[in-house]
């Protein structure tokens, strides 16, 4: 896609990422992240949440941790910044959280989704 000049954007990141994971092909999902941070989609949440599943599935649990803690951050500051997380950001977080198996943190969120978020669960949340 790069050789041929078409533009990426966080799906496209997070589903080379996805495919790497289920090649269990860390080394060649290692090299994405960079093309993320030079295409600026490295904030993005869907991306860090593959990053985390990336890393967790091909046994880098401390790697999968930073990952995950990095992107529990950005959902703060985005919370502190005034800018709503929607349905897609707090699902993410949630998941993120049951596949590192911390319910009791996926089940606080899923509660504050909708209290602070104003947001209404879908299915799924």
């Known amino acids: 896609m790069l050789q041929e000049a078409v533009k990426l954007n966080g799906v496209t990141i997070t589903s080379a990422i996805s495919a790497c994971t289920t090649l269990k092909s860390l080394d060649r999902g290692l090299e994405i992240p960079s093309v993320a941070i030079k295409m600026g989609?490295?904030?993005?949440?869907?991306?860090?949440?593959?990053?985390?599943?990336?890393?967790?599935?091909?046994?880098?649990?401390?790697?999968?941790?930073?990952?995950?803690?990095?992107?529990?951050?950005?959902?703060?500051?985005?919370?502190?910044?005034?800018?709503s997380p929607n349905v897609v950001t707090w699902n993410v977080m949630i998941s993120g959280y049951i596949q590192n198996e911390y319910e009791d943190q996926a089940m606080d969120l899923f509660q504050r989704m909708e209290k602070e978020g104003k947001i209404k669960q879908n299915t799924a949340s």
């Open 41 to 83: 989609l490295i904030n993005d949440v869907l991306v860090g949440n593959s990053l985390t599943d990336m890393h967790s599935k091909c046994g880098v649990l401390e790697a999968a941790w930073k990952v995950f803690d990095y992107a529990h951050q950005l959902l703060m500051k985005m919370q502190n910044s005034g800018v």
